[in-house]
Every structure is written in C-alpha cells, then in structure tokens.
C-alpha cells in the first residue's frame, strides 16, 4: 500500500513537472515581425528548435501580419495564433519545402506532441504564390508541374498527437490540410475558406490512425474531406459545408 502511494505522488510530481516545462514563448522575443513585411522563416525555425529543446511549449503570435515561408514543427510545439494574428505565406516558390513529396507552409516529419491552435489566421496568399510559379515554370526553373508545386498550408507526415483547433486557415495554393501516416489527430473547431483555386480540399488523410474531425466548418471549391489509403478510428461530428450540409466520415 505504502509504494503504492509513493507511485502516485511520483506520477502527480511528474505531470506537474511537465505542466511546469510547457510555456508560452512570445514569437517577438526571438526577433519575428508583425510588419507582414519582414520574412521571418529563419526567426521562426529558430524560435521552434529552441522551444522544443528546452521541453516544449507554445510559440504565441500576437496581433499583426507574420510573413513566413516554410518551417517545420518540431515536438512538443504548438503555434499559438491569438486573435488578430495572420500568418501569411511568403510569395516565392522557392521558400517552400515538402515533406512526404508535398510542398507546404506548415510542415511536421515523425515528431510528436504539436498542434495550430488559437483564433488567428494561417494566410496562403494563393494569387502571389501561383503567379510566382507560373514566372518559373515559364522561364524553365521549376522541374514539377504547376500542381505539384503547388503548397498546402499544413503538411504533417508520421506524426503523433496532432491537435489543430480554433484556427482560421484560408486561401490555399493547393490542398489545405494533409495527413499521412499520423496517429491521434484533432481538428476540433476550425474553420477552412479555399476558393480561389479549383479542387483545393480541405483535408486530405491517408493511412492514419485516429482521426478526429469536430465542430468545423468547410468551404472549399474541392472535397471537404478526402481519404486515401487505409485509416483506422475515423470520426467526424457537428462538421458542416458552406452549404449547410452535415459532414461524415469517409467509409
């Protein structure tokens, strides 16, 4: 009875300790600008790499523009957009990596613990960055077609614990949101506006396990939601289109 006791004071110090490592981190204090001028990608992967290398927490944006190309989640990090915060894409094609063969402005790779939260906007700013890759494809500097150029807003590949919630994300390139291989995945309460390109989708998952669409709202001029692959524990609830239209899970 008495290591009995031990065992949960040791499991109750032990979360208090990890609630205690989870801070929020002003995205200011590591040199990011809200002039929706300045390109902040380098600012950004640094304010992440070091939040997450000292036990994690939430990078929080306050209210302004944010231009970012490209950057990488890394475990145990949450983008925190408060209201009035817009993180806008950066036109340049070239400011954009993929993962998993897709371009994106948001990217995670087999890390853990992450999320978009808060009730700011993610920006694809899909007029800039399409004419930015037709200029190259044009005058023979890119090597894939229009289409696989194209940037999702949010790429995540094998990753675990994945929370997207409240966030507006809007705009897109491409797709909006893509999930492959991740396991327990909440979009809870976000809202999807993508109608300036044809088939843009709202989320696209393949091959994951637990997978959870809840309360959000879709406007797309492509599927609301697509599955591909084989994904297990799929479910969506009080999830509508901008017809109204109650979404379901994929069969």
């Known amino acids: 009875m008495k290591k009995c006791k031990i065992f949960i004071i040791s499991i109750f110090v032990l979360l208090f300790a990890l609630s205690l490592s989870a801070k929020d981190y002003k995205a200011s204090l590591f040199g990011v600008k809200s002039d929706g001028v300045t390109l902040n990608t380098g600012s950004i992967q640094y304010a992440i790499d070091y939040i997450s290398e000292n036990g994690g927490g939430r990078l929080v944006f306050y209210v302004g523009r944010y231009l970012t190309g490209s950057f990488y989640l890394?475990?145990?990090?949450?983008?925190?957009?408060?209201?009035?915060?817009?993180?806008v894409a950066f036109h340049s094609i070239y400011d954009y990596f993929e993962v998993n063969g897709t371009n994106g402005l948001i990217l995670a790779d087999s890390v853990e613990n992450i999320g978009i939260s808060g009730k700011g906007v993610v920006e694809g700013n899909s007029s800039a960055v399409l004419k930015s890759i037709d200029e190259q494809i044009e005058k023979g500097n890119l090597e894939k077609t229009a289409k696989q150029a194209k940037p999702v807003l949010a790429n995540f590949n094998d990753c675990g614990n994945v929370t997207i919630e409240g966030v507006i994300l809007q705009d897109a390139c491409g797709d909006v949101q893509v999930f492959s291989g991740c396991k327990n995945v909440q979009v809870n309460s976000v809202t999807v506006k993508s109608t300036s390109v044809l088939e843009s989708k709202g989320i696209v998952f393949s091959n994951c396990t637990g997978f959870a669409v809840n309360d959000s709202y879709f406007e797309t001029l492509g599927e609301e939601l697509s599955s591909k692959g084989t994904s297990?524990?799929?479910?969506?609830?009080?999830?509508?289109?901008?017809?109204?239209?109650?979404?379901?899970?994929?069969?």
């Open 232 to 251: 297990k524990n799929v479910s969506v609830s009080g999830s509508v289109n901008s017809k109204g239209k109650k979404l379901k899970a994929s069969k």
């Open 74 to 87: 890394k475990s145990n990090v949450t983008i925190q957009l408060e209201e009035g915060a817009v993180l």
